[in-house]
C-alpha cells in the first residue's frame, strides 16, 4: 500500500487544478463544488492567499471564514450554525451598493444613457436625458426587472422580495419610508431594528433570517451575483478551530511534562527548562463536542445539496491530525462525512488531484 507521503500532492499542483478546471470554467459557467483540504500551515496559508488574489482578478466574490476570530461582541462565531455562516459570508456585502449596481446596469443595458455626473437616485433628471417620462421609465424598470426578479423562483421569496425593494429605494427613494432601507439592510445582516417587523410585513417579509431558511438565502445570493457582473462566491472555512478539544487538567498536567521531557531531550539548561515547566497553557478557543457534531453535519449538507446552489466553490481548511484515527477528533468520528469525502476512487500509487478531499505535500 502506498503510504501518506505518496498519496500527498504538491500545492502548486492542485491549485493549478483548482483555478483552470473549477474556477475558471466549471463554476464560471454555473457549476458548484466542495473541495476539503489538509495540509500545513505554510500550505494552507498559500491556499488561502492563492483563493483571495485570484477571485479578486476573476471578479468572484470572496469571503474567508475563520471560527478562531471573535466577534466585536467577544463571542464566537459560531459557524456551524447556518445563519451565522450566511452572515459571515456576507459580512462585507454592500447591499445597497449592489442593488444601485444592478439597477443602474439594467437600464444601461435597454439603452437608458446616465451621465456620470448624475445620482441614479436623480430618475426625473434621467428621464430628462433620454426624452423620456420618469413615470414611464419607471413603469418600464418595473415591468422587465423588478417584477420578473419577484417571480424569479431560483431565489427565496424573501431574499427577491428584499432585493427588489433595495433597487426600487435606489431609483425612488422619496417613494420608501425613509426607514424601510435601514431595515432590510438590518434585516439582511441578522439584525434588528425598532418597528422593524411591523415595516418589514408592509413588504411582504414575515420571517427573519434562521437556521431554517439561510441555506435558501445563501443559494439565492449566490443566483443573484451573475447579475452584477461577479462570477459567483468563492469562501474558504478554516476547520481547524474546530478540530481541537478543550484538554483535561489531567491532560494539560502531561501536556506540561512532555514539554520539560523533550527540553531535557534537547538538552535545554536549568532556566529554560524552569521557564517551560511554569509557562502558561494558551487558553486557545475550543468548541464543544455538539458544536464540532453540527459543523461535520453542516459539511455533510453542503456536499449532498451542492447541486442546490449555482457558482459556488467552498473550500474547507483542515489540519493534518484531523486524519489521525489517534487524535479525539478526526474525520471518523461522523461516518456519513467520512463516507463522502475519504472513499473515492483513486490510484494505488497516485493521489486523485480532483477528489473531493486532497492532502497537501508539506514539511511535516
Known amino acids: 500500500m502506498a503510504s501518506v507521503s505518496n498519496l500527498e500532492i504538491p500545492v502548486d499542483a492542485w491549485l493549478k487544478i483548482l483555478l483552470d478546471d473549477y474556477l475558471d470554467q466549471f463554476v464560471a459557467a454555473g457549476g458548484s463544488a466542495v473541495k476539503v ?7 494552507l496559508s498559500q491556499v488561502r492567499q492563492t483563493l483571495l488574489q485570484h477571485s479578486q482578478e476573476r471578479g468572484y466574490w470572496h469571503a474567508h471564514l475563520d471560527p478562531a476570530q471573535l466577534e466585536e461582541s467577544g463571542k464566537k462565531k459560531d459557524l456551524h450554525r447556518m445563519d451565522r455562516f450566511f452572515f459571515e459570508c456576507t459580512r462585507e456585502v454592500d447591499y445597497k451598493a449592489l442593488a444601485a449596481i444592478q439597477a443602474r446596469r439594467h ?12 445620482a441614479l437616485q436623480d430618475l426625473e433628471g434621467i428621464a430628462a436625458d433620454n426624452g423620456r417620462d420618469s413615470a414611464d421609465l419607471m413603469n418600464q424598470y418595473q415591468a422587465e426587472l423588478a417584477t420578473p426578479q419577484l417571480r424569479d423562483h431560483s431565489m427565496a421569496r424573501e431574499f427577491r422580495t428584499a432585493i427588489t425593494a433595495l ?45 431554517s431558511n439561510a441555506r435558501a438565502m445563501l443559494a439565492s ?27 483535561t487538567a489531567a491532560q494539560l498536567r502531561d501536556q506540561r511534562m512532555q514539554r520539560l ?70 474525520y471518523h468520528n461522523y461516518d456519513a462525512l467520512q463516507t463522502r469525502i475519504g472513499l473515492e476512487v483513486r490510484g494505488a500509487n497516485q493521489a486523485n488531484p480532483s477528489a473531493a478531499l486532497v492532502h497537501l505535500a508539506g514539511e511535516r
Not at 37 to 43: K, M, N, R
Not at 110 to 115: F, L
Not at 230 to 246: A, I, M, Q, S
Open 107 to 118: 437600464l444601461e443595458s435597454r439603452g437608458v444613457r446616465i451621465g456620470p455626473d448624475r
Open 221 to 247: 445570493f449566490c443566483h443573484w451575483l451573475p447579475q452584477l457582473g461577479h462570477p459567483g462566491l468563492v469562501v474558504t472555512l478554516d476547520f481547524r478551530p474546530y478540530e481541537d478539544k478543550k484538554l
Open 261 to 330: 521531557s523533550d527540553g531535557i531531550a534537547a538538552g535545554l539548561g536549568q532556566a529554560e527548562l524552569s521557564a517551560l515547566l511554569n509557562a502558561a497553557d494558551a487558553p486557545g478557543l475550543h468548541y464543544t463536542d455538539l458544536a464540532y457534531q453540527n459543523m461535520l453535519a453542516l459539511l455533510r449538507r453542503f456536499i449532498d445539496e451542492i447541486d442546490s446552489f449555482e457558482r459556488f466553490l467552498l473550500v474547507v481548511l483542515t489540519g493534518r491530525s484531523f486524519y489521525d484515527l489517534g487524535s479525539p477528533r478526526n
Open 37 to 43: 483540504v489538509s495540509g500545513t500551515e505554510d500550505a
Open 167 to 211: 433597487g426600487r429605494a435606489q431609483l425612488m427613494p422619496e417613494a420608501n419610508p425613509s426607514n424601510t432601507e435601514e431595515i432590510l439592510l438590518a434585516w439582511l445582516a441578522g439584525q434588528t431594528r425598532p418597528g422593524g417587523a411591523t415595516a418589514l410585513k408592509k413588504i411582504q417579509i414575515f420571517e427573519r433570517i434562521s437556521q
